[in-house]
């Protein structure tokens, strides 16, 4: 792709759930950074920053309706219930694209510093598809998460899977990106994964991350956890091609154990003792138990993806474009407006 000169139209994408907290802190910042791009001509005046509630509990969604009416730059979109993160990033991407020439996605708690989103339009219009924004350093995290923060991307490297490291969902993509993206179809989502396939022209950028503004974490190490195994059986099927590989060493092993029993039994040295079969039995039973819960997890996987069920619905929509007065009409209306462009993923 050829550098593009012209002012490109910005929307930076928020998933929120559970942010009453630090989402105020966040847009003040944003809106400020945002501002001073416009003013720059860094990227077009029509730029906006779009908010999606993913079925928060909290005051979330009232905080976006609010801002939205009283702040010309800011969208938002009310997933109908918790579709997850993934999903949440997928709303703003497919609902954005129809309006924006490239897109950020950054998480709420502004830990991804907003403030390298202007070197990655810089480089989006020096012909760059998709940037990434990765961590230079990861001193802020214990040592325990770091650890298991790089024992999973080599895990994921070893099973052939491509991601880049010490990148989350902090990035920019372009409307051609964002497009490709729509043509994969999965349910279960792990777009660190699915997103470097599309094999576009791509930068990084490097940054340092900072403790949350406010609130809490939406990502214990439970939900870690998932994400991970998610991401591993959803891009990769090699932890079946480990169960054969197992499966015929222990082959190999049984065959030589028997041969030694035959050695010994001729031999006339055979004892007799429950220690070695119970060992062997639990060993065996814990192998095939193993080897059934992973091959149910690509046959959960395949069940969930055959069905083809939509990944989330809109419930409202809270249009970029709308004039002060149809805000105001729709603060009395309380009515939905046809979000300009968008249309509903097709099965």
């Known amino acids: 792709m050829s550098q593009n000169t012209a002012v490109p139209i910005l929307h930076i994408v928020l998933p929120c759930y559970n942010e009453e907290e630090a989402l105020p802190h966040s847009i003040d910042r944003l809106l400020a950074l945002l501002k001073e791009w416009i003013a ?7 730029s906006r920053i ?9 005051r979330t969604w009232e905080i976006i309706q609010s801002l939205w009416l009283s702040e010309p730059l800011c969208s938002g979109l009310d997933l109908s219930r918790n579709s997850g993160q993934q999903n949440a990033i997928l709303a703003g991407l497919f609902s954005s694209a129809p309006l924006a020439d490239c897109i950020v996605t950054i998480d709420a708690d502004l830990q991804d510093d907003p403030g390298v989103i202007a070197d990655m339009v810089r480089a989006f219009r020096g012909g760059a598809e998709i940037v990434y924004g990765v961590r230079s350093k990861r001193e802020t995290d214990t040592s325990f998460k770091r650890g298991t923060a790089h024992a999973f991307y080599r895990v994921m490297k070893s099973l052939g899977a491509e991601t880049v490291e010490d990148h989350a969902e902090f990035r920019l993509m372009s409307r051609r990106a964002v497009n490709a993206l729509a043509e994969f179809k999965e349910v279960n989502l ?3 994964g699915l997103i470097p396939m599309l094999g576009f022209k791509t930068e990084i950028v490097y940054y340092e991350r900072t403790p949350r ?3 809490e974490s939406k990502y214990p190490f439970k939900k870690m956890l998932a994400l991970a195994w998610n991401a591993i059986t959803g891009l990769s099927i090699r932890p ?9 060493s222990i082959s190999l092993v049984s065959l030589g154990v028997l041969i030694y029993i035959l050695i010994r039994h001729t031999a006339g040295h055979t004892t007799t003792g429950w220690s070695s079969t ?5 060993f065996i039973g814990g192998l095939i138990l193993l080897a059934l819960g992973i091959i149910g997890e690509y046959i959960g996987k395949i069940y969930l993806e055959t069905k083809a069920r939509p990944r989330y619905f809109v ?10 007065d149809e805000r105001r009409d729709w603060q009395t209306r309380r009515e939905q407006i046809p979000f300009p462009g968008f249309k509903p993923e097709s099965k």
């Open 50 to 58: 779009v908010m999606v509630n993913d079925g928060s509990r909290d």
């Open 278 to 282: 119970t060992i062997s039995v639990w």
């Open 190 to 192: 792990f777009l660190r």
């Open 40 to 46: 720059s001509e860094l990227v077009s005046a029509k």
């Open 240 to 248: 079946i091609r480990l169960i054969t590989v197992l499966g015929f």
């Open 213 to 215: 503004l406010a609130g």
């Open 315 to 324: 419930e409202t929509i809270l249009p970029p474009n709308a004039s002060l």
